[in-house]
């Protein structure tokens, strides 16, 4: 099954196999009328969660997507290529209780963004190319959502992680806060 969707910033195609048998090879030529610069491909199957698995120019050719047995791939087609992202940022976004600067207690969540700078205006990459990562993933869990979560109290601080595909990457450091439950 495969679905498409315009907005206004992007274009989303989903290809969703339910078969036990992995689509080798499927080839995606996006429409000229608009002038796609990058397109991000993202596998959720049984081995990886929501991670990016290619990277491709459109202008240089059709996006080849393999799709594993019972799993979903999307392709995300940006306006904007990597090299025009300049410096990015990791910032919080989260009402919840954890926070960056007091930390968080076991089962506490907070919600991370990445920001970067592109072209003069600051967009938000979060769900867009980002790969998050963990120190120490036994205590802190990071989703490829942004989402952060205390799996184990810990006096050591962790340090998360955001990845862009170009190389770039920016982290930052996650304090322990323990508490005492009734």
Request: glycine share 4%.
């Amino acid at each position: 099954m495969t679905t498409a969707v315009q907005q206004p910033d992007r274009l989303i195609v989903s290809l969703l196999n339910t078969s036990s048998k992995p689509v080798n090879e499927m080839r995606i030529i996006p429409s000229p009328v608009q002038s796609w610069q990058t397109a991000i491909v993202r596998e959720s199957s049984k081995n990886r969660k929501d991670c990016i698995v290619a990277v491709y120019t459109p202008a240089n050719g059709p996006v080849c997507a393999r799709i594993p047995a019972d799993a979903m791939v999307q392709v995300l087609f940006l306006p904007f290529g990597l090299e025009s992202i300049r410096d990015i940022a990791i910032c919080e976004e989260s009402p919840t209780p954890g926070s960056l600067q007091s930390g968080l207690a076991l089962w506490q969540t907070t919600r991370l963004r990445v920001i970067a700078n592109l072209d003069g205006k600051d967009t938000d990459l979060s769900d867009v190319m980002i790969k998050w990562l963990s120190d120490r993933p036994d205590e802190i869990t990071v989703e490829q959502t942004g989402l952060v979560q205390r799996q184990r109290n810990s006096s050591k601080p962790a340090v998360i992680t955001a990845e862009l595909p170009n190389g770039m990457s920016t982290a930052v450091k996650l304090e322990n806060r323990s508490f005492i439950e009734d």
